[in-house]
């Protein structure tokens, strides 16, 4: 995978700053999305704000997001996507547009995808 350039939060509060970081090799059930829009919703506020106890820092908010398939893990083949499509994710499901039918991905790994037409 290409390094990644995001914005973060550091800590609690904290203001969003140039995040730079390498995810590592695509593993078998990796899909690489370049995004082109991202959405931030309340839930990513509170997630900035430790509101819910859990977080952990450096943080990179923003679950919603609109992009293309760069990259294919080898399981990830065979699961209907293809490097250049353009996708949706919101949260754990996806959202897959295609020039007819729209998928959305329920749940993901490297044995089984669930899938329902929308």
Request: hydrophobic residues 40%; contains cysteine; charged residues 25%.
């Amino acid at each position: 995978m290409s390094m990644i350039k995001s914005y973060a939060a550091k800590e609690a509060g904290g203001e969003l700053e140039v995040y730079e970081y390498d995810p590592g090799e695509l593993k078998p059930q990796d899909v690489e999305v370049q995004v082109d829009y991202c959405g931030i919703c309340h839930s990513d506020l509170s997630m900035i704000d430790n509101e819910w106890g859990f977080s952990q820092y450096p943080l990179v908010a923003g679950h919603e997001v609109i992009g293309r398939v760069v990259a294919l893990g080898s399981a990830a083949q065979d699961k209907g996507l293809q490097v250049g499509q353009r996708v949706g994710l919101a949260g754990r499901r996806v959202a897959v547009v295609t020039a007819t039918p729209v998928l959305a991905v329920i749940r993901s790994t490297a044995s089984k995808v669930r899938c329902r037409r929308l």
